[in-house]
C-alpha cells in the first residue's frame, strides 16, 4: 500500500507535481539543443523529416492518451496530432532544474501548448500543461524514454493494479490505431 507521499504518487521525475512544478528554470546545455528544437517542432504540431532524429530506434513515448514504442510510432502519433490541431503555440517552455535524486541524464522540462483545431482561431481550442520527463540513452544523447504527464500529475499504467494495467493496455491499442490510421502514410514537413 502507498501514502500520500509513496511512490505511486510522484511524477516519472519521481517527485509529487508541487515538487516538480516549483523546480527553477536552467539553460538548455550544448548537447541538449538538438533535443529541444525537435521537440518545440513535435509540440508546436509542425515536425520535419529530421524531427525524430532525436529518439533511439527503440524509445518509448507515454502519455495520456497512449503508449508508442519504437520511434516511428512515435513520430505516428505526432503526426497525427498535428492532423487533429493543425496549429498549436508554446506560451510556457522552460528546462528544468535536476534535484539531486533525479540523473544527470534526464531531462525535464514544463510546458504549456495551446491547440487549436481552427488555424485561423484567435483563442485556442485546449491549453494543457505537462511535465515532460525525458530519459537520454548516455552513448547517444537521444531520448530513450519520453514520458509526458498532464498538470505533472502521474499517470496510470501496469503497477497501478488492475485498473492500471487496463489503461495501460488501452494507451497501447490506442497508439497502434494511430499508427494504423497515420502509418507508412505519416508525413512530415520539409
Same mark, same amino acid.
Given at each position: 500500500?502507498?501514502?500520500?507521499?509513496?511512490?505511486?504518487? +510522484?511524477?516519472?521525475?519521481?517527485? +509529487?507535481?508541487?515538487? !516538480?512544478?516549483? =523546480?527553477?528554470? @536552467?539553460?538548455?546545455?550544448?548537447?541538449?539543443?538538438?533535443?529541444?528544437?525537435?521537440?518545440? %517542432?513535435?509540440? !508546436?504540431?509542425?515536425? #520535419?523529416?529530421?524531427?525524430?532524429?532525436?529518439?533511439?530506434?527503440?524509445?518509448?513515448?507515454?502519455?495520456?492518451?497512449?503508449?508508442?514504442?519504437?520511434?516511428?510510432?512515435?513520430?505516428?502519433?505526432?503526426?497525427?496530432?498535428?492532423?487533429?490541431?493543425?496549429?498549436?503555440?508554446?506560451?510556457?517552455? @522552460?528546462?528544468?532544474? /535536476?534535484?539531486?535524486?533525479?540523473?544527470?541524464?534526464?531531462?525535464?522540462?514544463?510546458?504549456?501548448?495551446?491547440?487549436? @483545431?481552427?488555424?485561423?482561431?484567435?483563442?485556442? +481550442?485546449?491549453?494543457?500543461?505537462?511535465?515532460?520527463?525525458?530519459? =537520454?540513452?548516455?552513448? +547517444?544523447?537521444?531520448?530513450?524514454?519520453?514520458? %509526458? %504527464?498532464? /498538470?505533472?500529475?502521474?499517470? #496510470?499504467?501496469?503497477?497501478?493494479?488492475?485498473?492500471?494495467?487496463?489503461? %495501460?493496455? @488501452?494507451?497501447?491499442?490506442?497508439? /497502434?490505431?494511430?499508427?494504423?490510421?497515420?502509418?507508412?502514410? #505519416?508525413?512530415?514537413?520539409?
Amino acid at each position: 500500500m502507498s501514502t500520500s507521499t509513496g511512490t505511486r504518487h +510522484t511524477n516519472a521525475a519521481g517527485l +509529487t507535481p508541487d515538487e !516538480s512544478k516549483s =523546480l527553477t528554470e @536552467r539553460p538548455i546545455q550544448p548537447h541538449e539543443q538538438p533535443i529541444i528544437a525537435g521537440l518545440v %517542432e513535435m509540440y !508546436s504540431c509542425q515536425p #520535419s523529416k529530421t524531427t525524430f532524429d532525436i529518439y533511439t530506434n527503440d524509445a518509448v513515448f507515454h502519455d495520456p492518451i497512449g503508449i508508442a514504442q519504437g520511434v516511428d510510432s512515435i513520430q505516428n502519433q505526432f503526426v497525427g496530432l498535428a492532423k487533429i490541431f493543425p496549429r498549436a503555440e508554446i506560451p510556457k517552455f @522552460r528546462v528544468l532544474q /535536476n534535484p539531486a535524486t533525479v540523473p544527470s541524464t534526464t531531462i525535464i522540462i514544463d510546458q504549456d501548448v495551446a491547440y487549436f @483545431r481552427d488555424p485561423s482561431s484567435k483563442s485556442p +481550442t485546449k491549453t494543457i500543461n505537462s511535465l515532460l520527463t525525458l530519459r =537520454l540513452d548516455s552513448a +547517444t544523447n537521444k531520448i530513450a524514454s519520453h514520458t %509526458e %504527464e498532464w /498538470n505533472h500529475q502521474r499517470t #496510470s499504467d501496469g503497477e497501478d493494479g488492475y485498473m492500471g494495467w487496463l489503461n %495501460e493496455q @488501452r494507451k497501447k491499442i490506442t497508439a /497502434n490505431i494511430v499508427d494504423a490510421f497515420v502509418g507508412k502514410g #505519416s508525413s512530415t514537413q520539409n
